[in-house]
């Protein structure tokens, strides 16, 4: 079993919205940075968000700004992506990933592009389309 699991996926219609989690599976989410990536088919795999479990400071991906918001329960220990107005370019498998913050509380933009984390899942499909 995969270290982290997301769920919310599913089929919605342009301008609609879905709810993302991610869990862990055999530790809690104390001192990572948890990131939001998704990849469509054909392309590379992108960075979208990202949280700090500590302070939780977050970075977007500008393409997402305004539409997307990551959140992190840390009581129920997920993290959440919230995708408001979704577009059909939107359409991808998301990922969630974990990494410890390794000295620093605070992410840094290089989270949703060369952090190199340390737990994956194994994605959830998100398709938009009339």
């Known amino acids: 079993q995969l270290p982290l699991v997301e769920s919310g996926g599913g089929l919605v219609r342009p301008g609609g919205s879905l709810r993302l989690s991610c869990t862990p599976s055999g530790f809690t989410l104390d001192y990572y940075v948890i990131g939001w990536f998704r990849q469509a088919p054909g392309k590379e795999r992108e960075g979208i968000s990202c949280i700090s479990s500590s302070d939780g400071s977050t970075y977007y991906r500008d393409s997402v700004k305004g539409r997307f918001t990551i959140s992190r329960d840390n009581a129920k220990n997920t993290v959440y992506l919230q995708m408001n107005s979704l577009k059909p370019e939107d359409t991808a498998v998301y990922y969630c990933?974990?990494?410890?913050?390794?000295?620093?509380?605070?992410?840094?933009?290089?989270?949703?592009?060369?952090?190199?984390?340390?737990?994956w899942g194994a994605g959830t499909q998100v398709t938009v389309s009339s």
């Open positions: 990933a974990a990494d410890p913050l390794r000295g620093i509380t605070t992410v840094q933009p290089m989270c949703i592009t060369t952090l190199e984390y340390d737990f």
